[in-house]
């Protein structure tokens, strides 16, 4: 097996890890403090991945950069407005990715500034270049996992904020073929029906957070 691949692959471990943790927490939070106590009372607003955990989901997030862990329980009852509360509840998990690919653009600018400062060579270079990995796969598997929940169709994220748009019957109409819609959504990533615009749109949210990051003097180098 190739080095560098190796090495990406162990880091992709607690990159997904923790970044699945993220996703699911965030949603439980939004819904804890709308009212719904249901995550919390099942232990679930945790960043432990073995609260979260969902082998299926890891595997594809491991080696195809998309993927999900075991949702989050929610009852949209407590809500004072149902349909407001599920559309926060679900943009959660996505905006919680976007932030940590933000942490991630700015630990591996970071990294590259130090190691230029100090002019890392051999093993402390070698060094640098994992810590720098390790942010950049961060960010960007945080920017496709965000991306991949935002697309509007049951059962990812973006179905549910589409609640907020759509009259309540046809919303429970589409929902009623979520698992059908999902069986189709796999296979068509099994084919890499998706590949190419998700990579689009990954590198280019990536390059934008980087020019943002960028603009911030101590990184002009």
């Not at 890891?58 to 559309?87: Q, T």
């Not at 009259?167 to 029906?193: H, N, S």
């Not at 990579?199 to 603009?215: H, P, R």
Request: net charge positive; aromatic share 14%; charged share 15%.
């Amino acid at each position: 097996m190739d080095k560098q691949y190796l090495i990406q692959l162990l880091l992709m471990i607690p990159v997904v890890m923790l970044s699945l943790s993220v996703h699911e927490s965030a949603h439980g939070y939004v819904s804890y403090k709308m009212g719904d106590p249901t995550a919390r009372n099942l232990g679930r607003i945790t960043l432990n991945p073995l609260k979260h955990f969902d082998l299926i989901g890891f595997i594809c997030m491991l080696f195809f950069r998309v993927g999900w862990a075991k949702p989050v329980p929610v009852n949209a009852r407590y809500y004072k407005n149902p349909r407001k509360g599920m559309a926060l509840t679900a943009a959660a998990g996505p905006l919680s990715n976007l932030l940590l690919a933000v942490i991630g653009v700015l630990c591996s600018e970071i990294t590259n500034l130090v190691a230029l400062k100090l002019q890392l060579t051999g093993a402390a270079y070698d060094a640098g270049y994992i810590v720098w990995l390790f942010f950049h796969l961060l960010a960007w598997c945080n920017i496709s996992l965000a991306i991949f929940n935002l697309m509007p169709i049951p059962p990812f994220d973006g179905s549910r904020i589409l609640y907020v748009f759509l009259p309540p019957k046809y919303y429970f109409g589409i929902m009623k073929y979520e698992q059908i819609i999902m069986i189709v959504v796999l296979a068509l990533f099994v084919f890499d029906f998706f590949d190419a615009p998700l990579a689009f749109l990954t590198d280019a949210v990536y390059n934008g957070i980087t020019w943002l990051v960028k603009l911030i003097p101590i990184f002009r180098y």
